[in-house]
């Protein structure tokens, strides 16, 4: 099974890309529903942040008031840390989870839409690392069209690595400096070349990955 790191900075239109390449067929694999996943109400991670952040970050029905969660992880370098070592763990193992079962379902192909591919090194497991990219400016307005003060988002993409390090890391770029539909074109031209959906009718199915 073929593996496609798709990444990009906060802001750059990683998961218009995942969405498009969804409605084309290709398993995903979304972090950042994981990351939502494992700080539901009652999970430990949620337990632990709520110690380290203040029990201010749960709302009255024990659900996580991310904005106010955002503002203290990315305030310090240390807080963010604090922040990666819960989480990180946890999104790791729920998603070998995911990539064992889709191979184990024959998948020729899964997308894993990770932001933080490269800043963590996993782009070296890749088969295939797809980078969308836009610049710095385009993506501060983009995110302050999604409701986040300007500091707020300078900060955030600040904390990540720069564009120059994860365009490094690509197998192809994908420039969304433009619009939507000039994405979609260069997406589809970019398809041509990229391993295709679907299951190996070659290999005997696992029926225990349900």
């Known amino acids: ?17 995942a969405r498009m390449l969804a409605e084309y067929g290709y398993p995903i694999i979304d972090a950042d529903l994981i990351a939502r996943e494992i700080v539901a109400p ?10 380290i952040f203040g029990q201010d970050i749960l709302y009255s029905d024990g659900s996580l008031n991310r904005s106010l969660l955002a503002q203290r992880a990315f305030a310090t370098e240390q807080a963010r840390l604090l922040l990666n070592q819960i989480t990180h763990p946890r999104i790791e193992e729920r998603t070998q989870e995911l990539f064992r079962s889709y191979e184990a379902k024959n998948h020729n192909v899964v997308v894993w839409d990770m932001p933080l ?41 600040a904390a990540q690595i720069s564009r120059e390090q994860r ?10 400096n433009g ?4 994405l979609e074109t260069q997406l589809l031209q970019l398809i041509k070349q ?3 959906p679907g299951k190996d009718p070659n290999t005997p199915a696992d029926n225990s990955a349900g």
């Open 1 to 17: 099974m073929k593996k496609i790191g798709l990444t990009g900075g906060i802001g750059s239109g990683k998961s218009t890309v």
């Open 194 to 196: 990229l391993p295709q």
């Open 117 to 157: 591919l490269v800043d963590h090194g996993h782009h070296k497991e890749m088969d295939v690392v797809l980078v969308v990219d836009a610049e710095d400016e385009t993506r501060v307005q983009r995110l302050i069209c999604r409701g986040l003060s300007e500091e707020d988002a300078r900060q955030r993409i």
């Open 42 to 51: 009652n999970t430990p991670a949620l337990s632990e942040l709520a110690k």
């Open 167 to 176: 365009n490094a890391a690509a197998t192809f770029i994908l420039d969304n």
């Open 179 to 182: 619009s939507l539909e000039e």
